[in-house]
């Protein structure tokens, strides 16, 4: 098994409803996961980090962390077709010292 | 902005050719890595740095070399590059905080013919 997984997608959404990503990890001593966003040409930008089970809110943006079910998701409210874009989830391993990344989901929202 | 240029942006080469990417710093971070991405792969570590001279291996390090002689400057060297080399390079810094956030920089383009 994979130490990152995601749905590759691509997922398609209409312009003000709410997209869910989701990632799936494997190491359940994993502490902490990043969401990067990712636009087409350009490189992986942060949009969120989330350390403790529960929901994380910043914006238009929730982190979501369930460490039972080894599983975090992105949720995206009211949806831009600015927001399209790939969604890429990391977990560090080795003490933080790296990244593992999983292989993005390609997000279009539709207006 | 991360403060960190990639230098070329664009490289075109051929087959056995050996090439040089340069991953540059503004704000002396111990931690520097070395990414490629292709289709279908996401980001996969290549090697990485946590001080001057200090280097190790990532997930896909064969074919590749690294060099850190200075804080700021993180050097990727293909000694002689392939055709599976073709791929969009991206170097990261980790800052360090609570966080240990990496943030990235504008990326390579390298095509070998």
């Known amino acids: 098994q994979k130490e990152v997984e995601q749905n590759s997608g691509p997922l398609s959404v209409p312009e003000g409803a709410i997209a869910s990503l989701n990632c799936t990890y494997s190491?359940?001593?994993?502490?902490?996961f990043f969401w990067y966003r990712q636009y087409s040409g350009k490189s992986p930008e942060l949009i969120m980090f989330?350390?403790?089970?529960g929901d994380k809110e910043d914006g238009r943006f929730t982190a979501q962390l369930n460490k039972a079910s080894q599983y975090v998701s992105l949720l995206i409210r009211d949806s831009q077709p600015s927001d399209s874009a790939t969604y890429l989830c990391a977990v560090p391993i080795q003490g933080a010292q790296k990244l593992v990344f999983g292989q993005g989901t390609r997000l279009t929202i539709n207006p | 902005d991360a403060g960190i240029t990639q230098s070329p942006r664009h490289k075109v080469t051929e087959t056995g050719t050996p090439v040089t990417l340069r991953c540059h710093q503004t704000?002396?971070?111990?931690?520097m890595y070395w990414y490629r991405q292709d289709p279908g792969h996401g980001l996969r570590l290549i090697h990485y740095?946590?001080?001057?001279?200090?280097?190790d291996k990532g997930e896909v390090s064969d074919g590749y070399s690294v060099s850190r002689s200075k804080t700021e400057d993180f050097l990727l060297t293909l000694e002689s590059a392939t055709s599976s080399q073709t791929s969009v390079y991206f170097c990261?810094?980790?800052?360090?905080?609570?966080?240990?956030?990496?943030?990235f920089g504008p990326g390579t383009r390298l095509t070998v013919l």
């Open positions: 989330i350390y403790s089970n």
């Open positions: 190491d359940r001593g994993s502490q902490s």
């Open positions: 740095s946590y001080g001057v001279k200090d280097t």
């Open positions: 990261a810094i980790r800052r360090d905080s609570s966080t240990d956030t990496q943030y």
């Open positions: 704000e002396n971070h111990r931690y």
